[in-house]
């Protein structure tokens, strides 16, 4: 393909991909198709001669799109919001066109996963000073790792790789992970001879939305020289929002002597100062108030990413004392909610050397040479990129990922990225209010951002017959969950797209197949 044959196809693809998002109301939301279906449609060999565009696009449409789950309907409710925008998509073909080897996280997954071995290694290196006859495989075995009952598979998974006890603790009843539970477990493990060494909090779980208590968790970590890990991968996005930063309270303790400096923003996406995690929202007053008033400095609405800002590019700090801090990492997940395309993680961390020291590797053919001459750079950066960044993660290069974040930022601004949450909020409050007022549901949790947790009042039996009908019906695509051994649906506005009638004509369905399904229980009756 030459590139005027590629200007013209790419051309083509785009109305292809507008075409596509613009028809997605009408299109059934979850696919109907088996596994397997494709290999009957498709070729067994790769042609010998490249085929023109017409006859890909022939296949996009039948072979394909019937085998498509359409994430992005107004009338797909499961998950989080993974959704694409228009500036981002822009993001995505220069990035792919530039073929850049950038280097970033990919999920709050992978971000776990890596902290968790630095925590590991750190914690390794500090034992064999008082155990120097042990073996690393002896101290491994003796260290403990917390999480709560509420916490995403992937924390559990991590310390499975990563060859650590993990410890899963009960949460309260609103799904929170309390500091009396926490502190029990470690003085229980400290008996037994075990060494605490990671915890993990969670800021909206994957069930119900709760949040940990960081304002309990966070002093007990500090005390006890704890790794202390913050999952606010969904809604840490919310944080954009400043009525919705209380959130996070019990974050600013961690960062209470910290000065957050966001240098030149054409290095960052930042453009003004932003100090948001050493401040608490006054939510009667609707006025940002810091918890030192003689340090506080004014928190502007230009910030570029005011709440999520300090997270998503950690390497925009300034550390001015390190006392009282608590939080020593924390990451949030642009793609789960603010129109990025999957892959996109936010890390901020407390000290980079926790990150490249404990698995830092220098091969000859990875070597870089020494900046030299008159290098005008920001601290933050230089410091950065003396360390070089293959050393902060798992794999040594990456896509040029952060240039469709950089783009969304620019095209759409804070405020539309606000405007587009608040949609979101409004709407999921919309379906709270639907449900509230058939008193044949009821709705489990609380409605924090864009989910809402609802449950026919009745058995769990009849709660996953419902899922099923809504499955064979297949005009909504909705999931459950459990909480404390109750099966609830899980409603998410995951399009950006929806609007009040598609709340309206979700919740119509969900009447619909439950009167349904309520009838058909009286019949067996």
């Known amino acids: 393909m030459d590139s005027s044959k590629f200007r013209e196809t790419s051309h083509e693809a785009i109305d292809y991909v507008i075409s596509y998002l613009e028809s997605l109301r009408s299109r059934k939301p979850r696919t109907d198709v088996t596994p397997g279906y494709m290999s009957q449609l ?7 001669e490249g085929e023109s565009w017409d006859k890909v696009k022939d296949d996009l449409d039948q072979v394909i799109m019937p085998g498509m789950t359409h994430w992005q309907s107004p009338q797909f409710h ?3 919001p993974y959704r694409s925008t228009y500036p981002a998509i822009i993001g995505t073909i220069l990035a792919a066109g530039f073929g850049t080897l950038g280097f970033t996280w990919s999920s709050a997954s992978e971000v776990v996963l890596v902290t968790m071995m630095c925590a590991r290694k750190q914690t390794i290196k500090r034992l064999r000073k008082s155990y120097p006859d042990c073996s690393d495989g002896q101290l491994l075995d003796k260290l403990v790792a917390y999480t709560s009952d509420q916490a995403h598979c992937s924390v559990t998974k991590a310390a499975s790789m990563s060859m650590v006890r993990m410890h899963v603790l009960s949460t309260d009843a609103k799904g929170s992970l309390r500091g009396p539970a926490l502190r029990k477990a470690i003085e229980k493990d400290r008996a037994r001879g075990l060494v605490p060494f990671f915890v993990c909090a969670t800021v909206g779980t994957t069930a119900v939305c709760a ?3 960081l304002t309990e968790l966070g002093p007990i970590c500090t005390e006890e020289s704890l790794w202390f890990h913050l999952d606010a991968a969904f809604s840490g996005c919310a944080t954009l929002l400043p009525e919705c930063r209380y959130l996070i309270d019990g974050v600013e303790w961690a960062t209470q002597h910290v ?18 995690l050493i401040s608490r929202y006054d939510r009667r007053r609707r006025v940002y108030r810091h918890r030192n008033e003689r340090s506080a400095t004014r928190c502007t609405s230009q910030a570029l990413l005011h709440g999520c800002g300090s997270v998503i590019v950690w390497g925009a700090i300034n550390h001015t004392r390190r006392s009282n801090l608590h939080c020593t990492t924390v990451v949030i997940d642009p793609y789960k ?10 890390m901020w961390i407390q000290d980079s050397s926790l990150l490249t020291e404990p698995y830092r590797m220098g091969p000859a053919y990875l070597e870089e040479p020494a900046q030299t001459g008159d290098v005008h750079m920001p601290d933050f950066m230089f410091s950065l990129f003396s360390s070089h960044l293959k050393h902060w993660q798992i794999a040594i290069g990456r896509g040029f990922r952060p240039l469709t974040l950089w783009m969304l930022l620019r095209i759409c601004g804070v405020n539309g990225l606000q405007n587009q949450l608040r949609k979101d909020i409004v709407l999921a409050h919309e379906f709270r209010k639907l449900v509230q007022q058939d008193r044949r549901f009821e709705i489990v949790g609380e409605v924090t951002v864009c989910v809402v947790c609802f449950r026919l009042k009745g058995s769990n039996s009849l709660n996953l017959a419902l899922r099923e009908r809504l499955r064979a019906d297949g005009r909504l695509h909705l999931r459950t969950a459990t909480f404390k051994g109750v099966v609830f649906l899980r409603f998410c506005v995951c399009s950006a797209r929806s609007e009040i009638e598609d709340i309206r004509f979700a919740w119509d369905v969900v009447q619909k197949l439950s009167t349904a399904e309520l009838e058909n229980s009286i019949i067996k009756l």
């Open 42 to 48: 498709v070729q067994d060999q790769a042609p010998d």
């Open 78 to 80: 499961s998950f989080v």
């Open 211 to 213: 949040s940990d208590n």
């Open 259 to 276: 000065n957050w400096k966001l240098q030149n923003w054409r290095h960052v996406w930042f453009s003004d100062e932003s100090n948001f």
């Open 337 to 346: 909610w603010l129109g990025v395309p999957i892959g996109i993680s936010a």
